[in-house]
């Protein structure tokens, strides 16, 4: 769907329907709502005197006007009350407006959003309105044969603003585009079945991305990382047919002299649990285990369509976990990258293997700052359901950086504590560490295992196992893969850059 920014008023808009979002509770119609009910002949001031429409969060009302055929259905849909609206409000409520819209087989819309709602500045109301309404309408209809005619989609949505607005809110707009269609790249990556997506595959993806300009693309094979000695991410893979890959994708966009900012992403294209192998039961969403990896891959491709003024670099250790007669056992012991060794104790403990040595490797670029994503540990969605990504850090200034970044975009982080006693339950009596301290502290012990191998600079570490796919639709995240941490990396970054 394209988006536009058009500079007039939306009561003259030529348009099969017109957004207009109402807050509860409030009778008397004022700026933008005035004007179209107005010319709509009064439509809205009716259902609003009769009661049928409220404004409560998600309420959703298709009205009939009288006097602009060109755009002779008004959509209202409710933002709550206004003291507690915030963008995520928006958000969804243009996300859903949008979905019925298209439910409808309405193909055009236009809206413009109003600042008087909100203490929110007015281009953050039309970023969030925009990218709601780009990703609300997301779908994954790759492999659909059947009834595929019969799909709607949605053409345009159009943004009116005042003339002295055009300039600032159509390119807040353009960024926002930028930033859904990455998350729907992520989306993409992580919904495709494991043989459609291979560690080779998705450094076939890593390499389009680096047709851009200022970005570059390394890919080590097995040969090269088995030189190297990083035989924790090789005994992973040592159980599958399909080669690794260690995926580098670096971003110049800063200047030269200036440290990166290290994204780790792990990439895990299906883990069956190797040996300790999982239950059947939803071993199919288990394609799903590269999502931190393909995080940092749409991070990266939309970091450079932005033209942020940033250095990063893009470490993507992509393999399967497959059960075999050359799979790493239980009892093993690996020597990483690092030269620290570790005991195998579960082979589903998988994760931080392959982390362990890709963080290592991040060492080599003297980065400012390293931040890990991972579908690490179902004991962190325990913790703290499925909406909400588990960090962990070294760093204090990142991780209120990042807690910022989470209340501006809506995907949500909560801190664990990572305290020094959490680290005696990963020692072996044998190796250096073992790969998992047990059931207790499971999300915390796993990120402390990750923390010996990050060396000494600054780190985060975010365990997206609950909130990479959802088994529930959400107003502008629909079932199934959502493509977070995308838009709170990117935040977080151009945040960073205003420092």
């Known amino acids: 769907m394209k988006i536009n920014v058009c500079k007039g008023r939306l009561a003259d808009a030529k348009s099969q329907a017109l957004i207009i979002p109402l807050c509860e509770g409030g009778t008397t119609l004022s700026g933008v709502a005035s004007e179209v009910d107005k010319k709509s002949g009064g439509v809205i001031g009716e259902i609003l005197k009769s009661g049928d429409f409220e404004g409560k969060t998600a309420q959703l009302a298709v009205v009939y006007s009288r006097g602009t055929p060109a755009a002779n259905r008004i959509v209202l849909v409710g933002l709550g009350k206004k003291e507690e609206l915030n963008l995520e409000k928006i958000r969804n409520a243009y996300a859903r407006a949008m979905q019925h819209l298209r439910a409808m087989n309405v193909q055009d819309a236009a809206a413009s959003p109003e600042p008087d709602w909100t203490t929110e500045p007015r281009e953050k109301i039309f970023t969030a309105a925009a990218e709601a309404a780009l990703l609300g309408l997301y779908r994954f209809t790759s492999y659909k044969t059947i009834g595929r005619d019969d799909l709607r989609e949605m053409r345009k949505l159009d943004f009116f603003v005042p003339s002295e607005d055009y300039p600032l809110i159509r390119g807040e707009v353009e960024k926002s585009r930028v930033v859904a269609e990455a998350v729907c790249f992520a989306r993409d990556l992580v919904s495709a079945p494991a043989n459609e997506m291979t560690p080779s595959i998705l450094a076939d993806h890593a390499r389009k991305i680096a047709v851009r300009k200022q970005v570059t693309c390394e890919v080590l094979e097995a040969g090269k990382m088995k030189a190297l000695g990083m035989n924790a991410l090789m005994g992973v893979a040592a159980g599958s047919q399909q080669p690794p890959k260690l995926i580098i994708l670096q971003y110049s966009g800063g200047k030269k002299t200036e440290a990166p900012v290290a994204l780790v992403g792990k990439g895990l294209t299906f883990d069956s649990g190797g040996i300790s192998i999982k239950p059947a039961e939803k071993m199919d969403e288990m394609k799903t285990d590269m999502a931190g990896g393909a995080a940092v891959l749409a991070v990266i491709r939309a970091a450079a369509d932005l033209k942020l003024p940033i ?37 589903d403990a998988e994760g931080r293997l392959i982390l362990a040595d890709a963080l290592t490797y991040a060492a080599k670029y003297k980065p400012a700052a390293v931040i890990d994503v991972a579908t690490l540990t179902g004991a962190c969605v325990v913790a703290l359901g499925e909406e909400v990504i588990g960090m962990l850090g070294t760093d204090e200034k990142m991780k209120k950086d990042l807690s910022r970044a989470s209340q501006a975009t809506g995907e949500k982080v909560w801190e664990l504590p990572l305290w020094d006693h959490y680290s005696d339950l990963i020692k072996s009596d044998i190796a250096d560490f073992k790969n998992t301290g047990g059931r207790m502290g499971g999300a915390i012990t796993g990120a402390a295992f990750l923390g010996k191998f990050v060396g ?44």
Do not use: C
Request: avoid cysteine.
């Open 311 to 347: 250095n990063l670099v893009g470490l993507v250790p992509a393999t399967e976990n497959m059960p075999g007669g050359k799979a790493l056992k239980p009892g093993d012991i690996l020597k990483s990258y690092s030269g620290q060794t570790i005991e195998v104790i579960n082979t």
């Open 456 to 499: 000494k600079y600054p780190w985060v570490h975010l365990d997206i196992a609950g909130p990479s796919w959802f088994t529930k639709d959400k107003p502008y995240i629909p079932k199934g893969a959502s493509g977070i941490p995308v838009r709170l990396l990117l935040e977080y970054l151009q945040n960073r850059l205003q420092e």
